[in-house]
């Protein structure tokens, strides 16, 4: 067998474009959760947390392949839904990234962030008219995006400076200014709008692929240098992995 005496550069037998996300997000303080990894608890890939599910029954949150790749699949009008186990040490200061798909019908609760207390709570969902969109429940702060295309979805998200930003993968950022009477001790909610079996008609056929969350950090309002790093990576990862 022949051998070569020299090094190779890194990541050249390793997944470049997970590899150089991984290192990115680790840099950055983010978290991803992906659903290759799904289990009960679901581990983060990146940081030191779990999601855990919020059915109302065993086994409503599965995870199976969908076009290409593992995701968690929701069903309509079934909380299949799980919680990030940290509360968001900001709640008005954080960022989020999905990779996601409609069902049949469309996916009706994607993410939201609400108050252990109840009163108004940001979510983002897809509309009946298929248009991604991330609003308040009180309704007094919405923004819609351009419809839905076909397949696998990125979708980020931001709620930072009074404002809540809403974008696709190099799309216009769109933004409003936010409500002020957002939770103090935001909890983080993937596929479901709350904890509570009810709220069956915001329930939506969704696949979700990848969870990324920034605590803190406005990704759609980087400047720094590692920000910069961190977000073409994340473009790098979606243009060869999605």
């Avoid at 990115?24 to 855990?52: I, M």
């Avoid at 059915?55 to 990030?84: I, M």
């Avoid at 968001?88 to 798909?101: F, K, R, T």
Wanted: proline content about 7%.
């Amino acid at each position: 067998m022949r051998r070569v005496a020299f090094a190779l550069p890194e990541m050249a037998l390793t997944d470049h474009a997970s590899t150089r996300l991984r290192m990115a997000l680790e840099a950055s303080g983010g978290q991803w959760f992906c659903a290759e990894d799904g289990a009960t608890p679901w581990p983060a890939r990146v940081g030191n947390s779990s999601a855990y599910p919020v059915a109302d029954k065993p086994g409503l949150s599965a995870f199976s392949p969908h076009e290409g790749a593992q995701a968690l699949c929701l069903q309509t009008g079934v909380n299949g839904g799980y919680g990030w186990s940290d509360t968001m040490p900001e709640p008005n200061s954080w960022s989020a990234a999905l990779i996601w798909a409609s069902g049949k019908k469309p996916a009706r609760a994607l993410l939201s962030l609400r108050g252990e207390g109840g009163g108004n709570y940001l979510y983002l969902q897809e509309t009946p008219e298929r248009r991604i969109e991330l609003r308040d429940n009180d309704g007094t702060a919405i923004v819609t995006g351009p419809e839905c295309g076909e397949g696998w979805q990125v979708t980020l998200i931001s709620s930072t400076a009074g404002e809540i930003k809403l974008a696709a993968l190099g799309g216009e950022v769109l933004s409003a200014p936010a409500p002020d009477d957002l939770p103090n001790d935001g909890a983080l909610l993937l596929g479901c709008r709350s904890h509570r079996p009810g709220l069956k008609k915001t329930l939506g056929a969704g696949r979700i692929r990848d969870l990324f969350i920034w605590p803190g950090r406005d990704i759609l309002a980087e400047t720094t240098e590692a920000g910069g790093e961190m977000c073409a990576a994340f473009d790098h990862f979606c243009l060869w992995e999605r």
